[in-house]
């Protein structure tokens, strides 16, 4: 049986039925796909459940699936197939589509044509988290946008799997989830155990996937997927581990203080706490009929008033202080500044900085979640900081941690200096594979835009350098090293 301590994992090519109890009981715990029972499976040690996708109804008595024909038939060849040969998944993460605070550039053919070779080598294809920004963008723009990616999917993943874990952009999908099951609950009066398959098909983004991926077996897996040693999240704990960021505050001080006392050792359910106030906030702003001009102001005025959460001391002063702020100020109309990422709510460690803090505050994060006692590499991401395999000691020994980056540009609007330290931390274009039979199934690092960045460094340090301003969107970049 899978571990509650992260939904779904074991072996691949499996759609899993929902803990709809676990769900309820805890927000944001496990709210992915999980084994329920079935076979075993030889590759992973889990406990494959092949009624999932129509295999062993018959003998149970029950009726066929639902999914039958030719796609029901090669999704279930693809499921036995996965589960006795060895796995290639290849990670990517942090792709942003349609988000205004920055370049994403899967939207574009060239990126997505640098990123189909490996694609096209990959069994599975791991989507860890904010694939889709719905903080920064309307649900129909970020959907817009993404299309051109979804569309490569389809096209190289017939057959495979397809794995979706949510990031904080775009965690809102596993909140409306969560609520289209209580909502269906309530409705029909039904137990969850017989609402399971029509709350699956009738949620529209399993739906969506479904509709464009009909070849490939889906699966929706959080807080974590496990591919043979390694467990991947996306990372969006590590905010809580941040000293003085708003969910650090909120974790430690006003969440514990209102549920009677500290807690030493956070659990899921904490760290889900001090996160769905905040992407919830953003969510709802992104929505608005001029929700990125609203957003871009709101950004301006956190800048200007960046104290006010680590001064906050519950969460119920710290809102109603940011909002009495906000209101008085956007009344007034301030000029908004330059769009950049909001490093105060939407992620806590800027462009171009170390990489250590990061890894320090994830590491705590496997720790109290116990993860550590159960693999020993990891893949995260959230920070656009792509990792190869360090360790947080700074020796040989303990958990390593691999970060597979992101795909949007969003280069600091400062000095040539900060500029520098974008190019050595967050470059764009990056992702992790796991192959099992690789390595002894040790994440790799790939970065599939390398090339551009040593040809920008290498003007940078010519005669004739370019300023930041000059690069403000990737085509700017394309343009520099081609001459015009």
């Known amino acids: 049986m899978a571990s509650a301590k992260h939904g779904a994992y074991g072996c691949p090519g499996v759609s899993f039925g929902a803990r709809a109890g676990d769900c309820l009981g805890e927000v944001g715990l496990d709210l992915g796909s999980r084994f329920e029972g079935g076979a075993q499976c030889p590759q992973r040690g889990g406990v494959v459940d092949l009624s999932a996708?129509?295999?062993?109804?018959?003998?149970?008595?029950?009726?066929?699936?639902?999914?039958?024909?030719?796609?029901?038939?090669l999704v279930r060849l693809a499921v036995i197939w996965f589960c006795f040969r060895a796995v290639r998944s290849l990670v990517i993460s942090d792709t942003h589509l349609g988000a205004w605070t920055g370049d994403d550039l899967l939207a574009y053919a060239w990126a997505r044509e640098a990123l189909r070779p490996e694609l096209e080598r990959a069994d599975e294809v791991v989507l860890l988290g904010d694939f889709v920004d719905l903080l920064f963008a309307t649900i129909e723009h970020a959907f817009e946008r993404a299309d051109g990616l979804v569309e490569l999917l389809a096209q190289t993943l017939p057959g495979k799997r397809l794995v979706w874990l949510a990031g904080n952009h775009d965690h809102h999908i596993l909140v409306r989830r969560l609520e289209a099951l209580v909502e269906l609950r309530i409705a029909t009066a039904k137990p969850y155990d017989e609402l399971r398959e029509r709350w699956r098909?009738?949620?529209?983004?399993?739906?969506?996937?479904?509709?464009?991926?009909?070849?490939?077996?889906?699966?929706?897996?959080y807080p974590s997927h496990r591919v043979g040693e390694v467990m991947l999240s996306h990372g969006h704990y590590l905010d809580?581990?941040?000293?003085g960021s708003v969910s650090n505050r909120l974790l430690q001080g006003g969440f514990?203080?209102?549920a009677g006392g500290h807690k030493p050792t956070p659990a899921i359910e904490d760290y889900e706490a001090a996160l769905v106030p905040l992407t919830e906030l953003l969510f709802a702003a992104a929505q608005l009929p001029k929700g990125a001009p609203a957003e871009q102001r709101i950004q301006a005025e956190l800048r200007r008033i960046g104290r006010l959460a680590a001064a906050a001391t519950t969460p119920g002063r710290?809102?109603?202080?940011?909002?009495?702020?906000?209101?008085?100020?956007l009344r007034s109309r301030p000029k908004p500044e330059t769009p950049t990422v909001d490093h105060v709510l939407a992620r806590v460690?800027?462009?171009?900085?170390?990489?250590?803090?990061?890894?320090?505050a994830y590491g705590r994060v496997c720790r109290n979640l116990g993860w550590d006692r159960e693999a020993r590499w990891f893949v995260f991401a959230h920070t656009h900081q792509p990792l190869d395999g360090v360790r947080v000691t700074g020796t040989s020994v303990g958990p390593r941690f691999w970060n597979a980056g992101c795909w949007i540009y969003e280069p600091p609007a400062?000095?040539?200096?900060?500029?520098?330290?974008?190019?050595?931390?967050?470059?764009?274009?990056?992702?992790?594979?796991i192959d099992t039979e690789e390595r002894g199934g040790e994440p790799q690092l790939l970065e599939?835009?390398?090339?551009?960045r040593s040809a920008l460094r290498a003007k940078f340090r010519g005669p004739d350098p370019p300023t930041p301003a000059q690069l403000p969107r990737y085509e700017d970049v394309h343009r520099l090293l081609d001459g015009g």
């Open 240 to 243: 809580g581990e941040v000293r």
């Open 414 to 433: 400062g000095s040539v200096a900060d500029y520098l330290g974008y190019l050595d931390h967050n470059w764009p274009g990056s992702a992790v594979v």
């Open 318 to 329: 710290e809102v109603a202080r940011l909002g009495r702020s906000l209101a008085v100020r």
């Open 256 to 258: 514990w203080r209102l």
């Open 53 to 73: 996708v129509g295999v062993v109804e018959g003998a149970r008595g029950g009726s066929p699936s639902p999914r039958v024909g030719n796609r029901g038939l």
């Open 349 to 360: 460690v800027p462009p171009g900085t170390s990489v250590l803090p990061s890894v320090r």
């Open 448 to 452: 599939l835009l390398a090339s551009d």
């Open 201 to 221: 098909a009738g949620f529209f983004f399993e739906a969506f996937l479904r509709r464009r991926l009909p070849h490939t077996e889906i699966e929706i897996a």
